[in-house]
């Protein structure tokens, strides 16, 4: 291989590289990441997808889609709800831009 690579730094949000507006580049970090945490309380709790939709409040497919990581699929405000209902508390901080 003779050609140079080439690496660019990124953001801190791939969204935003990948080219999403900033709005929606920051919705979908902000779900990507919620995601994240609710797959790792389950891991945690040791609960098959079952059991954590019931705890949820949801459907298992509807818990399948969370755990298949289809984020397009909810709403912060269904991914607050739904760490909310596994016992946890979502805290969100406001910086100002530049």
């Known amino acids: 291989m003779t050609e140079k690579l080439h690496s660019v730094v990124g953001s801190n949000n791939v969204f935003r590289d990948l080219g999403f507006p900033e709005t929606e580049a ?3 970090l902000l779900r990507g990441d919620l995601v ?3 797959r790792k309380v389950i891991d945690k709790l040791g609960i098959t997808q079952a059991e954590a939709a ?3 409040g949801i459907t298992q497919p509807r818990m399948n889609d969370l755990v298949k990581n289809r984020t397009h699929k909810f ?3 269904a ?3 739904i760490a909310a209902q596994l016992g946890y ?4 901080s406001l ?3 530049g």
């Open 26 to 28: 920051q919705n979908l």
């Open 36 to 38: 994240i945490h609710i």
């Open 54 to 56: 019931k705890r949820a």
């Open 75 to 77: 709403t912060l405000d």
């Open 79 to 81: 991914l607050v709800n």
């Open 89 to 92: 508390t979502v805290k969100l």
């Open 95 to 97: 910086k100002k831009v």
